[in-house]
């Protein structure tokens, strides 16, 4: 069965610092990866998703992440931070099983210091 | 603006009340979903509707009961609950159920629910 782990709840970054989120996924098969977003008062947002095409995927507001096979990795970065990043931040993963096959990570907060 | 409502954004109830949650998406999507979001938990997916039909019930308690009167509006009614289905519940909403990696999912913002 798959599965999708974040690594660390909560992440604090200051503004202009490099943001790494870390999401490490469990697949049997080739897998579907998608980063969400969620600001505070909304509901999730896609930010980017990677569909075995390129492995490096960009997505909006400047991040970006890389697939990694042999690190099972699906890690999102972005070179300098915003204050407007500030959000909560998940990582999931499906295969080509239609979206309620989607599995999501626990989430992790990213706060980002003045 | 994702282009799915949901209402209202606040609902407390005690565990005798019914009460019902909307959510309706304006984008001509086909397929729309159900997700709990509680605090330091993974989303939880509840229920799937392709077509007005439900294609996937998430083993949800009978306490909460979807209906789906056409491929726009949704609800979720609720009724007798317990203090622990307090959450976010969140509607998606996507062109289809299937084909996903042409597709995303476009999320409401959720309506906070506690149950006391």
């Known amino acids: 069965a798959q599965s999708v782990t974040q690594l660390g709840s909560h992440v604090s970054v200051s503004e202009g610092a490099l943001v790494l989120l870390r999401c490490n996924y469990s697949?049997?098969?080739?897998?579907?990866l998608f980063w969400y977003v969620q600001y505070p008062n909304q509901g999730l947002q896609l930010l980017l998703k990677?569909?075995?095409?390129?492995?490096l995927v960009k997505g909006i507001n400047g991040f970006e992440a890389e697939f990694k096979k042999s690190e099972t990795s699906f890690h999102l970065t972005k070179p300098s931070a915003h204050m407007s990043d500030a959000a909560e931040y998940f990582c999931?993963?499906?295969?080509?099983?239609?979206?309620?096959?989607?599995?999501f990570g626990q989430g992790t907060r990213l706060t980002i210091n003045p | 603006e994702t282009g799915v409502t949901q209402t209202p954004r606040h609902l407390v109830m005690g565990m005798t009340n019914k009460k019902s949650l909307k959510c309706e998406q304006h984008?001509?999507?086909?397929?729309m979903y159900w997700y709990k979001q509680s605090a330091k938990k993974p989303l939880e997916l509840m229920f799937v509707?392709?077509?007005?039909?439900?294609?996937e019930n998430n083993s949800v308690p009978s306490r909460f009961s979807p209906e789906c009167p056409n491929s726009s509006h949704l609800f979720l009614h609720l009724h007798t609950l317990q203090p622990e289905d307090s959450a976010l519940y969140l509607c998606?909403?996507?062109?289809?159920?299937?084909?996903?990696?042409?597709?995303?999912?476009?999320f409401g913002s959720g309506t906070q629910l506690s149950v006391l």
């Open positions: 697949s049997s098969v080739p897998p579907y």
């Open positions: 998606a909403s996507s062109q289809d159920e299937m084909g996903l990696a042409n597709e995303k999912l476009f």
């Open positions: 999931a993963v499906t295969f080509r099983q239609g979206a309620q096959k989607l599995v």
């Open positions: 990677y569909t075995s095409a390129a492995t």
């Open positions: 984008l001509g999507h086909n397929a």
């Open positions: 509707y392709n077509f007005k039909e439900q294609t």
